[in-house]
């Protein structure tokens, strides 16, 4: 069982940035695929970033060259650097940790992101 923990999260600026945190409980090495993903109310949730264990990577439409993914195996940690925030980013922010051999897949419980004047 792994446990993910998500933080960063919180009330910002539009224009301003904001960098989520996703620390597992466990190596994160044996995860093919961590992503992020965010609900907003009244909206099915969607995946908003994705990077394999390669360290290739997949955005959104409405994130890419905005928002960035990274992932530090050393530190079971990872990350989404989300920079030019707009009002609809405003979600609940989760982490989503897979690994397709094992059919292992792990969900943290998410991060308030608000994004208001």
């Known amino acids: 069982q792994v446990h993910l923990v998500e933080s960063g999260g919180g009330l910002v600026q539009p224009g301003g940035s904001l960098r989520l945190s996703c620390a597992a409980s466990g190596s994160i090495s044996r995860f093919n695929d961590m992503a992020w993903y965010r609900q907003a109310p009244g909206k099915q949730r969607e995946l908003v970033a994705r990077?394999?264990?390669?360290?290739?990577?997949n955005y959104a439409d409405s994130v890419k060259g905005r928002f960035t993914i990274s992932r530090d195996n050393a530190k079971n940690t990872v990350y989404l650097q989300m920079n030019g925030l707009k009002p609809e980013d405003t979600a609940v922010y989760s982490c989503?940790?897979?690994?397709?051999?094992?059919?292992?897949?792990?969900w943290g419980q998410g991060t308030q992101v608000t994004v208001s004047s």
């Open positions: 990077i394999m264990s390669s360290g290739s990577t």
């Open positions: 989503r940790a897979q690994n397709y051999y094992l059919s292992a897949d792990y």
